[in-house]
Nanobody, 124 residues
Framework: QVQLVESGGGLVQAGGSLRLSCAASGRTLSSYAAGWFRQAPGKEREFVAAISRSGSGTYYADSVKGRFTLSRDNAKNTVNLQMNSLKPEDTAVYYC?????????????????WGQGTQVTVSS
């Protein structure tokens, strides 16, 4: 089983940037498809971005396209979410997820492993 730990969350002003990292232990994260989800207060958890095992395929929710970039750093056994041009609507707890398939989509049930989440707060 792979263990996932998110980091990099915090408070940022609208228009600013943050980089979230998902660090894996127990397994090599490059052997897993990975994704990011988020949950804002009073809302259901929603898909943010996903990346294939190879890192060559990425997929983003319409709400973050052009602003967020998901990538792998295999040397550090992490996946990273660079978030630019942040909006107050991006405020949420962000969760990293992984699955041993070559690629996974936007549905939560497709991912077997989850991190504990990290808070992102964007002020207006």
């Amino acid at each position: 089983q792979v263990q996932l730990v998110e980091s990099g969350g915090g408070l940022v002003q609208a228009g600013g940037s943050l980089r979230l990292s998902c660090a894996a232990s127990g397994r090599t994260l490059s052997s897993y498809a990975a994704g990011w989800f988020r949950q804002a207060p009073g809302k259901e958890r929603e898909f943010v971005a996903a990346i294939s095992r190879s890192g060559s395929g990425t997929y983003y929710a319409d709400s973050v396209k052009g602003r967020f970039t998901l990538s792998r750093d295999n040397a550090k056994n992490t996946v990273n979410l660079q978030m630019n041009s942040l909006k107050p609507e991006d405020t949420a707890v962000y969760y990293c997820a992984a699955d041993p398939a070559s690629s996974r989509g936007s549905r939560q049930y497709e991912y077997n492993y989850w991190g504990q989440g990290t808070q992102v707060t964007v002020s207006s």
